[in-house]
């Protein structure tokens, strides 16, 4: 392992900016702004690089996400993080998917700055409150309740269970042969009743600009894929640490989807159509705790 502590904690500083933007461009930016703070001191002085470089981080990461906000209020459409290729490390690590998972992150873009700054390093990264607190600019006595607000907030919209990969992968595989094969009825079997599809196109690809809500109306809006299919590769990548489908059209990389599974079936989907957000999906992303 490098000496340079800032070397040796990249992807860590990168995972940390990540999950409080949700945006790979904006969290390359963060690490890079931390590297020239971190350059600027005197490093040997520093007693724990790893908690000083994320307090950096998580300053700048707060800074930048106080100005995307305002940015993503004039989206055309639904607004979705940036989806990451990942490794299998990243989808074994349980706790680690979950916190990157889309299902999670948009979760996260419900909660204030500080409240997910909070939740994110205390829970994730298991950072003090001590730390955060001096991250944020607030009390120790302050940061504990936004902790403990951030934290019921989460509860009641993350997804209830998580499954293994090999469910995901059962799972997925069947909605997949469902919808190229046109078969309605396996497809409306795999479906939860309630089932929300979320799709993010940034007005540069057709998709719908409101959530697609219901069992029906998804099969319905999905049963014309059917027509297209002897023209896509569909693959199935690990993508932000969950089985999800790749769909290029024509030799084009086309759509990421995301999926969260509960019961055996598919609750929700995150269809990703902007080709800005689509292009770290051919590198693994380096995601570290």
């Known amino acids: 392992m490098t000496d340079d502590p800032f070397l040796a904690h990249r992807g860590l500083l990168f ?23 971190w350059a600027e001191v005197d490093q040997a002085v520093v007693r724990e690089p790893r908690a000083y470089l994320v307090r950096i981080a998580t300053r700048q990461a707060l800074n930048r996400l106080r100005t995307v906000s305002r940015r993503r209020e004039e989206y055309v459409g639904e607004w979705l993080p940036e989806p990451l ?8 690590d349980v706790e680690l998917a979950e916190s990157v998972s889309i ?6 873009e419900t ?3 500080t409240e997910r ?13 001590d730390d955060i607190a001096e991250a944020v600019g607030k009390s120790t006595a302050a940061v504990r309740q936004i ?3 951030a934290r019921e907030h989460v509860a009641a919209r993350r997804p209830r269970a998580a499954v293994s990969r090999e469910e995901q992968q059962e799972v997925v595989d069947r909605f997949l042969a469902a919808v190229t094969g046109g078969d309605v009825h396996s497809l409306l079997d795999v479906l939860a009743p309630d089932v929300v599809v ?3 196109s940034g007005g540069l690809a057709p998709a719908a600009r409101r959530p697609v809500v219901g069992r029906e109306r998804v099969a319905n809006a999905l049963s014309r894929f059917a027509a297209f299919a002897p023209d896509v590769e569909i693959t199935t990548p690990l993508v932000n640490g969950t089985v999800a489908a ?38 693994v992303a380096e995601l570290r705790r």
């Open 15 to 37: 995972t940390v900016a990540y999950e409080l933007l949700g945006s790979a461009a904006d969290a390359d930016d963060v690490v890079q702004e931390t590297w020239l703070r």
């Open 85 to 92: 290729l990942t490794s299998p490390d990243v989808a074994d």
């Open 103 to 108: 299902a999670m992150l948009t979760v996260l």
């Open 111 to 113: 909660l204030g700055p």
């Open 117 to 129: 700054a909070v939740l994110v390093l205390h829970e994730v990264f298991a950072v003090p409150y």
């Open 147 to 149: 902790a403990h607000r």
């Open 198 to 200: 979320v799709a993010d």
């Open 246 to 283: 790749r769909i290029d059209a024509g030799g084009e990389f086309d759509t990421a989807i995301t999926f969260v599974v509960e019961g055996g079936r598919i609750s929700r989907m995150y269809a990703m159509r902007n080709p800005h957000k689509l292009g770290r999906l051919d590198e």
